[in-house]
């Protein structure tokens, strides 16, 4: 898979409902013969994306929108993307806003935070996404933040997809780090935010952590960091009774020397979504064909992670399937919801 660092010409400009005449999308080739298209996704919020997308060959075959940790641009999940796709999944990428192809480049005088890209960003990503596919359920595949943020998004109901992954994803609330690195983290982040706040910007690219983000995101990063809790500027929603809430299915998957998303920070994440149900895997350096893995590079090695990420959520969606038919034909043996017949 490749990504132009420039939009093209042809991609068509999706406004922020959607709209399915207007989801047309322009189509490239791809170097292994699969072709390649993109669209243009405008959110509520002002932000623009370009999503790229990978058809299978089943139209009703699943969607897998991949969502990037901080930092990360789309086009680094390309091998990624292709082993989902080589699986038989349609698959879709897109930078966070901000980041890569997207816009409103983070810099000095830029202001949004978290929940723009929870409540608006990833809800009109998701309905263009679906547009495309109109066949098919849709699977948020987040990295890092990527999976907060997906989780997050979906607890609202605001994307209206079926599943959720998780790889290499985390609570960055510090003690879930232990106390040596914990306490380390917590000093850190919040270092980063004020500096964020002094800069009018995070500069991570020149500092060698998290990209180029704005004063909003660092903040809301480094208040779940100290407090453990998603608290998100500008918005009265809870998202910890959200979470709480969630019943989609969610699978997590850990890395082998994964720093940035220990066990203990993966576990305080899931502790948060105990209605949910959970699958755990763990991605090995085994598993990766005795390839060095970390938090960034199971990417470049993730053939083994997108072959067991497609099962799943096969298994996973049939499953559901199955039980939501089962649960439409069954009887009401007591006639519980149903008014009786001559009741005024």
Do not use: C
């Amino acid at each position: 898979m490749t990504y132009q660092d420039r939009p093209t010409a042809p991609d068509r400009v999706i406004s922020e409902k959607a709209q399915t005449d207007d989801a047309g999308p322009s189509a490239g080739r791809e170097q292994d013969g699969s072709a390649e298209e993109s669209v243009r996704v405008r959110s509520s919020g002002g932000a623009e994306f370009v999503v790229r997308l990978l058809r299978a060959e089943r139209p009703d075959a699943p969607v897998a929108l991949v969502v990037p940790a901080m930092g990360a641009r789309a086009r680094f999940y390309a091998p990624f993307a292709r082993g989902l796709h080589q699986g038989g999944l349609h698959v879709a990428v897109t930078d966070l806003r901000g980041q890569g192809e997207s816009t409103p480049v983070a810099r000095r005088g830029v202001a949004y935070g978290y929940r723009e890209m929870v409540d608006d960003d990833l809800p009109a990503v998701a309905r263009a996404v679906s547009a495309a596919f109109p066949r098919s359920p849709v699977v948020l595949i987040g990295h890092s933040l990527g999976g907060q943020l997906a989780l997050l998004s979906s607890a609202t109901g605001l994307t209206g997809v079926h599943a959720v992954v998780l790889t290499a994803a985390g609570s960055v609330w510090w003690r879930g780090f232990g106390s040596v690195r914990g306490l380390r983290n917590l000093v850190g982040s919040q270092l980063f935010a004020v500096l964020a706040t002094a800069l009018g910007y995070w500069p991570g690219e020149r500092l060698g952590f998290g990209g180029t983000q704005t004063t909003a995101v660092m903040r809301d990063w480094a208040r779940q960091g100290r407090t453990g809790r998603y608290t998100l500027r500008g918005s009265d929603t809870d998202y910890e009774a959200a979470l709480a809430r969630l019943t989609l299915p969610v699978l997590a998957v850990g890395v082998d020397n994964d720093s940035l998303a220990p066990s203990g920070a993966t576990d305080h994440l899931l502790q948060k979504i105990p209605a949910a149900p959970v699958s755990r895997w763990h991605y090995s350096e085994t598993l990766a064909g005795n390839h060095r893995l970390d938090h960034f590079r199971w990417v470049r090695h993730s053939d083994g992670m997108s072959a067991y990420i497609t099962d799943w959520i096969s298994g996973t969606l049939a499953t559901r399937q199955d039980d939501d038919a089962q649960q439409s034909t069954q009887p009401d043996p007591a006639g519980e919801g149903r008014p009786d017949e001559g009741e005024d």
